[in-house]
């Protein structure tokens, strides 16, 4: 063999490093790495990554929404593709790997094909998204949603903390935004889109494996709770006479973590308090809070947000309270493909690795590419489940492992694995 | 009878009017009323109570540390001196009774027993302390120290908003800070500090009473508790293994909550509570919060403290959670003597008032006269329970039910009721 697995890790790591340096920040371990849609340090690494494609003979074009697509052709006739890719963009201050990881993965995997001659009856599009966090123009799955064909255009207006709107940075990109319909896929030319990605969490590291398998991308949704009791001095009004919305609050509070803790496939959060007038001896008037559930099954989570609902609303009515409940967002679950999942699993075990199957509790472009095909993920253990922050850390042979499991799964799909 | 009780009370409630149009602000049903001490709103107040006294034929003087001292003086040779009082100054924007209700109802009372020609083998001494609230230099209790001796120079050295010192404030308005010392009472002249002031809780509005007897004014301890957890995305990390140090938040508000209502004699309050990073969508790292209790009975404060603080450390150990935890004040209660409260309560029974005895959870004046000598307390009902606000409100009717039970309280000294 004239290029290991453990020389496309290597290799792997190398681009990773290389590409992290295309950031706003200076001082990358401290900082982190921060690069924003349609900005210079996208524009350099576009650069970088078209170089490093053309090097594996890929053919490599930029479309409208300033997605990189470089395509590792196959010589079979009428070939359908395989998209596999992550989004280039970081949150302000995040990590490395977050995103960028599932764009250098496919890259060493098609210089592993490559080097050993490796023929696979589909192209395989490597994608680089233009923006998933959103972190300039608050457009989430910006390029994902290109690529699918439902991308809004009344985002274009959409405006970054300059006032420069979507269009034009994307103009001065070198795109040309009304041309945007005519990046997205047909369904019929493609298989799915694939995509690696660190868990964010802490599962794989407790469990000591590399990678896992993503079973669905989960729903959220977000409530705003205000609870409203009545200010006073906090040494005069007898306990009986109080109404405390921090005591409401603090019910709340128990109630979310309990029933997440004893619901299966729930997870949820208070992550937010803002307490009125929040003095050390004042009894409090107003606390408002954050609720979050999240569950990769719509069903779970609407019924536990009934629940939670009703425990809510029967506990502060106790407490001879009130309370405005207003549901802020809402996002359903998307399955990965139940046959993309075993495909995944089964490249798993090939490459000797115990097969983990777990939910995704973050959002991805999968969300966005599940409307042109099926999506599969792949998740990469990261050091302490820490993500979006400059000490994200993944340990350097799980990439060899990454690529040897998508190196097993081109070839089960090669081998005509495919919708049951 | 040539002056009322019923005159003695509209005079207060004119009085009380009229003082507070010395304020800050400009619109007093809005702004409420904002006067700090050594102002010119101090200045103006003190020369209309002046007035008012001379009418009455009182000696006035001002002492070193802005207090007005007006005596209506006993023919008795060798009289000791009865100090009624309360302070003058206001928190900001706030009410026109907390405070200068305690200034005005003596002298209503010097009013009614001198026009009905009531002689009293005391002296009575009717002071508006200059500082009790601490709004200007933080100098909480300054007017009532002075007079029971235990003021610390060093306060002199407290500063404003604007930088100016204590020191030279009380110099630009007339005093001469060094002969502060000299402005002590020595307890052989004195009887006894008797206090009227608004309840600033429900108690009495809810009794249908118009004043009620103070037992004690109560101890005050706070606390701030840092609860240490970690922060993750809030969709990731499995409930199991997190560490929301909100949630060890809501156990600690909901023990401290649940242990002021089983217990007699003590309320307490989380009033303040900061939680970080704060977002919707991350887990809760560091929880800060306040804690206070309060109790006229320092045993029963700290055994609650006590059993508080293990109930939080079991409960935060088993959410695998850290705390600090600093105590941040102390305040020991202090008790009316018990012979001036069945001598208030006989007076409120003479008023023909069913006599209510109830403890203040505010503190007064009477923690710092309680160094000088045996002090008394009468509480007025007071709208709502309200105080420190514009909106606070006494019933103009309930001033003259204040007024009687003071003139019988004297009458009942004068017989000659004192310590058992």
């Known amino acids: 063999m004239t290029f290991s697995l453990e020389q496309a890790g290597r290799q792997a790591w190398q681009w990773l490093e290389a590409a992290s340096a295309f950031s706003e920040t200076r001082d990358i371990p401290r900082e982190g790495v921060t690069r924003r849609c349609a900005t210079r340090e996208h524009r350099e690494l576009l650069e970088a990554l078209t170089e490093w494609m053309e090097s594996l003979g890929m053919a490599v074009r930029r479309d409208n929404a300033a997605n990189l697509i470089g395509r590792h052709a196959s010589a079979t006739p009428g070939a359908r593709t395989l998209l596999i890719g992550s989004h280039q963009d970081t949150v302000p201050n995040g990590g490395k790997y977050d995103g960028m990881m599932g764009v250098i993965l496919p890259l060493a995997l098609v210089k592993y094909l490559r080097e050993n001659a490796i023929s696979l009856p589909f192209h395989i599009d490597v994608v680089a998204f233009s923006d998933e966090e959103g972190t300039r123009f608050s457009s989430t799955l910006l390029g994902s949603k290109v690529l699918a064909g439902t991308f809004d255009p009344e985002m274009l207006e959409a405006t970054d903390g300059q006032g420069v709107t979507l269009e034009s940075a994307l103009e001065a990109f070198g795109c040309d935004p009304a041309r945007i319909p005519e990046d997205r896929y047909r369904p019929e030319e493609v298989i799915a889109f694939l995509e690696a990605h660190i868990e964010q969490g802490p599962q794989l590291e407790q469990a000591s494996l ?10 959220i949704e977000r409530h705003q709770i205000t609870i409203h009791g009545m200010a006073g001095h906090a040494g005069t009004v007898p306990m009986a006479l109080r109404r405390d919305a921090l005591v409401g609050a603090a019910e709340v509070i128990r109630h979310l973590n309990a029933l997440c803790k004893e619901t ?37 989570r ?62 991805h472009d999968g969300l966005a590419m599940a409307e042109l095909c099926d999506i599969g993920m792949l998740f990469v253990r990261c050091r302490g489940g820490v993500s979006h922050h400059p000490s994200e850390a993944i340990e350097p042979e799980d990439l060899t492992a990454a690529v040897e499991v998508l190196a097993h799964a081109c070839q089960r799909l090669a081998r005509g694995q495919s919708p049951a």
């Open 302 to 363: 609407r019924r536990a947000r009934e629940q939670l609902l009703e425990q809510i609303g029967a506990s502060l009515e106790a407490l001879n309270l009130t309370f405005d409940q207003v549901q802020t967002y809402e996002q359903s679950a998307v399955q990965c493909s139940p046959w993309l999942t075993a495909t995944l699993e089964e490249a798993v075990q090939d490459s000797g690795i115990d097969p983990r199957v777990l939910f995704s509790g973050a959002g």
């Open 264 to 300: 299966e496939d729930l997870v949820g959060v208070v992550g937010k308090i803002e307490n009125a007038p929040n003095g050390v001896n004042v009894i409090p008037q107003t606390t408002t809070l954050s609720i979050e559930l999240r569950s990769p099954r719509d069903a779970v």
């Open 210 to 219: 590399p990678v896992g398998v993503v079973s669905a991308i989960t729903g």
